[in-house]
């Protein structure tokens, strides 16, 4: 849309428009003025239901396991020994509470190296 280059005289009063946004362009050799509508801002979506990736105790040897969840996790190999320790006494220990898309990468992640690995939707109660 461009408007036109008529200028308002003293008696016209140029009111700004409340719903337009001027956007200024350069083109071939003047300055052209385009007005476009705000578009109204998007509704929020609802927060996502999250998920923990469980890791299930395996008899690997826990170095093994330990490396193979530093190489997944952004944690250390000396966290990854603890997490390993933890999931032999108590069976199954949550690694991370996420989205559902990031747990389903996680937990493909996890099974690629041999080890198990479920998701589950996180329950508040």
């Not at 040897?61 to 603890?82: M, Q």
């Not at 933890?86 to 099974?111: D, F, H, N, W």
Request: proline share 6%; with cysteine; aromatic share 6%.
């Amino acid at each position: 849309v461009t408007i036109p280059r008529s200028r308002p005289t003293a008696d016209v009063a140029v009111e700004p428009l409340q719903n337009m946004k001027s956007v200024f362009r350069r083109a071939k050799n003047r300055l052209q003025t385009l007005v476009r509508k705000k578009t109204e801002k998007k509704k929020q979506k609802e927060p996502e239901e999250m998920w923990q990736v469980l890791f299930h105790d395996t008899e690997y040897l826990p170095g093994h396991v330990a490396r193979a969840l530093a190489k997944v996790f952004p944690i250390s190999r000396k966290a990854a020994f603890e997490i390993c320790l933890r999931a032999r006494e108590e069976g199954m220990v949550p690694l991370t509470v996420c989205s559902k898309k990031q747990a389903e990468k996680y937990c493909g992640a996890i099974l690629r190296k041999g080890l198990v690995a479920t998701i589950e939707p996180l329950d508040f109660s």
